[in-house]
């Protein structure tokens, strides 16, 4: 059957920008190969051609070196449009490049998009302004727990200054008052506003007499 209606050849790869300014770089590369034997060879003409009188011999050599110029001129030129359309598809290529990335980057944007969507279904707006509100709430409550606390105790909060030095004053005068007083009676004697504060049950003096007895019995 392969021989009566033949087999279908396999189709080329299509050439990829990078295939061709491969392809092109190794014929510019060989253009400056012959470029580079040409030039040799018009050195040596140049030299010869120092060297020779006027002539006929000189006029077939310069002839020769102008045939050898213009076939460089030829391939210079080749070679300067080979890599021009180097240039073209290396631009190409960058462009290219440049999609490929921004649709990587434009896929990625949207599965982010898409996760930060399902993710965000699930926050309950709602809930968290109640939760705040609720916070709000005991924080206000801990606020009066603490003001209760430090609360003062007999104590007014707007006490005068001058009133309290006034206070202060008369009962320095008072005590030096109640010592003149003491010093007058005895140094013995207590002050009366501390009496109050010496204990009613404190033991009587021993009986110096008393002991005397028992010792001698």
Same mark, same amino acid.
């Given at each position: 059957?392969?021989r009566?209606?033949?087999?279908?050849?396999?189709? *080329?790869?299509k050439?990829?920008?990078n295939?061709a +300014?491969?392809? +092109?770089d190794t014929?510019?590369?060989? +253009?400056?190969?012959?470029?580079a034997s040409?030039?040799?060879?018009?050195?040596?003409?140049?030299?010869?051609?120092?060297k020779?009188?006027?002539?006929p011999g000189?006029?077939?050599?310069k002839?020769?070196a102008?045939?050898?110029? =213009?076939r460089?001129k030829? @391939?210079? *030129?080749?070679?300067? =449009?080979?890599?021009?359309?180097?240039?073209?598809m290396?631009?190409?290529?960058?462009m290219?490049?440049?999609?490929?990335?921004t649709?990587?980057t434009m896929?990625?944007l949207?599965?982010?998009n898409?996760?930060?969507?399902?993710?965000?279904?699930?926050?309950?707006?709602?809930?968290?302004?109640?939760?705040q509100?609720e916070?709000a709430?005991?924080?206000?409550v801990?606020?009066? +727990?603490?003001?209760?606390? *430090?609360?003062? @105790?007999?104590?007014?909060?707007?006490?005068?200054e001058?009133?309290?030095?006034?206070?202060?004053?008369?009962?320095?005068?008072e005590?030096?008052?109640?010592?003149?007083m003491?010093?007058?009676?005895?140094?013995?004697?207590?002050?009366?506003f501390?009496?109050?504060e010496?204990?009613?049950?404190i033991?009587e003096?021993?009986?110096?007499a008393?002991?005397?007895?028992?010792a001698?019995?």
């Open positions: 059957m392969n009566l209606f033949g087999t279908t050849a396999p189709k *080329a790869p050439p990829t920008l295939s +300014i491969s392809n +092109i014929r510019i590369s060989s +253009i400056d190969v012959k470029l040409l030039n040799a060879e018009l050195t040596g003409y140049q030299t010869k051609l120092a020779m009188r006027d002539g000189k006029t077939a050599l002839q020769k102008l045939k050898v110029l =213009q460089r030829q @391939y210079e *030129a080749q070679r300067d =449009q080979l890599q021009s359309q180097v240039w073209n290396e631009q190409a290529q960058t290219q490049d440049n999609l490929k990335n649709m990587v896929d990625a949207k599965s982010t898409k996760a930060l969507r399902k993710e965000y279904g699930k926050v309950d707006i709602d809930k968290i302004e109640r939760l509100d916070m709430d005991l924080l206000d801990g606020n009066e +727990i603490q003001e209760s606390l *430090a609360r003062s @105790y007999d104590i007014p909060e707007d006490v005068d001058a009133e309290l030095d006034a206070e202060l004053e008369a009962l320095g005068q005590v030096e008052l109640e010592r003149e003491a010093m007058g009676a005895g140094e013995g004697a207590i002050p009366s501390m009496q109050d010496v204990p009613e049950f033991d003096a021993p009986n110096a008393g002991k005397v007895k028992e001698a019995g």
